[in-house]
């Protein structure tokens, strides 16, 4: 397909069974069969989230938000204090509202619009978004991590502080999965001690840029440029080129 010939960026399954996919030249749906493509000009997707009515909402590289209406992107306004960094779209797992995380917001868009948690002083170096598995929304910052829930309350507990957080998830055993740039993959619980995974004890690459879990439990890892790797207890699966994959470089599964 021509529109997709450039770097996948981002993937997205909605819950209509659409594919969402951005590149670094377009965004393109799947839907029923056909491609569509959706009518962007230099919109860098970092993220991508659904809202409980359906809507698809697009987190940029830059501090950017769009929505998705018709064939084209719609751009959302921004809550006070969001910054020009990466945006975090994510769907919360319990109610399906849609939460967002920027290094100067962190809150969810109601009918009211935008209701605001955090952060409450300066805003982190970087930061990381995942839904909780339980409801409300995970958000790492190095050496903290902290649970937002709906109902306005905060958890707040140590975690592994590292330079470079590319991505963030939650799976079904309650541990947090850091895919991390150049630190491989770390697993923990919030206060606990951390697994961390490199190429020291079974990880492809060291630049890892996201974990995510399928419905088997396997957790799938992309890099920089080692790769796809399936990860199951006792058990490091590896797919490249020999495995037919047309690039060495993955940052998206879904």
Same mark, same amino acid.
């Given at each position: 397909?021509?529109?997709?010939?450039?770097?996948?960026?981002?993937?997205?399954?909605?819950?209509?069974?659409?594919?969402?996919?951005?590149?670094?030249?377009?965004?393109? #749906?799947? @839907?029923? &069969?056909?491609?569509?493509?959706?009518?962007?000009?230099?919109?860098?997707?970092?993220?991508?989230?659904?809202?409980? !009515? *359906?809507?698809?909402? +697009?987190?940029?590289?830059?501090?950017?938000?769009?929505?998705?209406?018709? !064939?084209?992107?719609?751009?959302?306004?921004?809550?006070?204090?969001?910054?020009?960094?990466?945006?975090?779209?994510?769907? @919360?797992?319990? !109610?399906?509202?849609?939460?967002?995380?920027? =290094?100067?917001?962190?809150?969810?868009?109601?009918?009211? &619009?935008?209701?605001? +948690?955090? $952060?409450?002083?300066?805003? $982190?170096?970087?930061?990381?978004?995942?839904?909780?598995?339980?409801?409300?929304?995970?958000?790492?910052?190095?050496?903290?991590?902290?649970?937002?829930?709906?109902?306005?309350?905060?958890?707040?507990?140590?975690?592994?502080? #590292?330079?470079?957080?590319?991505?963030?998830?939650?799976?079904?055993?309650?541990?947090?999965?850091?895919? %991390?740039?150049?630190?491989?993959?770390?697993?923990?619980? $919030? &206060?606990?001690?951390?697994?961390?995974? %490199?190429?020291?004890?079974?990880?492809?690459? @060291?630049?890892?840029?996201?974990?995510?879990? @399928?419905?088997?439990?396997?957790?799938?890892?992309?890099? %920089?440029?080692? *790769?796809?790797?399936?990860?199951? $207890?006792?058990? +490091?699966?590896?797919?490249?080129?020999?495995?037919?994959?047309?690039?060495?470089?993955? =940052?998206?599964? %879904?």
């Amino acid at each position: 397909l021509r529109r997709l010939a450039q770097i996948i960026t981002c993937l997205r399954a909605d819950q209509a069974g659409r594919l969402w996919v951005a590149t670094d030249s377009g965004i393109a #749906v799947l @839907d029923h &069969g056909q491609w569509r493509r959706i009518a962007s000009t230099n919109v860098q997707v970092r993220s991508m989230g659904e809202a409980a !009515d *359906g809507t698809i909402y +697009f987190g940029t590289l830059f501090g950017e938000l769009f929505k998705g209406v018709g !064939d084209t992107l719609q751009r959302v306004a921004l809550p006070a204090r969001f910054t020009a960094s990466g945006v975090f779209c994510c769907t @919360d797992l319990k !109610d399906g509202q849609l939460w967002v995380a920027n =290094r100067g917001f962190v809150g969810r868009l109601t009918a009211s &619009g935008w209701q605001r +948690f955090g $952060p409450t002083n300066a805003g $982190p170096p970087s930061l990381v978004a995942a839904p909780a598995r339980h409801g409300g929304l995970w958000v790492y910052t190095p050496g903290q991590v902290s649970l937002y829930r709906p109902d306005g309350s905060q958890g707040i507990a140590p975690a592994p502080g #590292v330079a470079g957080p590319r991505w963030l998830t939650e799976d079904r055993n309650g541990f947090l999965w850091l895919a %991390t740039m150049p630190g491989g993959v770390i697993r923990f619980k $919030p &206060g606990g001690e951390p697994l961390r995974i %490199t190429t020291t004890n079974g990880l492809s690459h @060291d630049a890892a840029l996201f974990v995510f879990e @399928d419905a088997e439990a396997s957790l799938w890892v992309g890099s %920089t440029s080692g *790769g796809l790797q399936r990860l199951r $207890p006792r058990q +490091f699966q590896n797919i490249g080129f020999d495995e037919g994959l047309p690039d060495q470089i993955v =940052r998206s599964v %879904t």
